[in-house]
């Protein structure tokens, strides 16, 4: 059974920072892809950051490029997602998914998590 599983939301103020923690398990970890997406209180679900674990590949969105950074380890079969200088507008339910290769297109992604709420105070 795909299982993932975030940790690590809170509330913080603006220029703090975060790490989410996703641990993944029930697949080929080495063969697969990470996704972190967030979604706002009425927005669309948004890719920001995706790890392919096979070459450590890592992806941005321009929102969050520069800020935020993907690791993994795969021996662990975790993927963390450091979050500096947050903003308000980062204020979100955080999600890992999982897929075969790395999208920005959530339908893309088989396997979520629970999510896990970041909380960004001006």
């Known amino acids: 059974e795909v299982q993932l599983v975030e940790s690590g939301g809170g509330l913080v103020k603006a220029g703090g920072s975060l790490t989410l923690s996703c641990h993944a398990s029930g697949f080929r970890f080495d063969d697969s892809a990470i996704g972190w997406f967030r979604q706002a209180p009425g927005k669309a679900r948004e890719g920001i950051s995706c790890r392919g674990n096979w070459d ?8 969050v490029k520069g800020r935020f950074s993907v690791s993994g380890d ?8 450091q979050m500096d200088r947050l903003k308000p507008e980062d ?20 396997s979520w998590g629970q999510g896990t709420q970041v909380t960004v105070s001006s």
């Open 56 to 63: 450590n590949s890592r992806h941005y969105a321009d929102s």
């Open 74 to 81: 795969n021996a662990k079969q975790m993927v963390y997602l």
């Open 91 to 110: 204020t979100a339910v955080y999600y890992c998914a999982y897929a075969a290769v790395c999208s920005w297109d959530p339908q893309h992604f088989g």
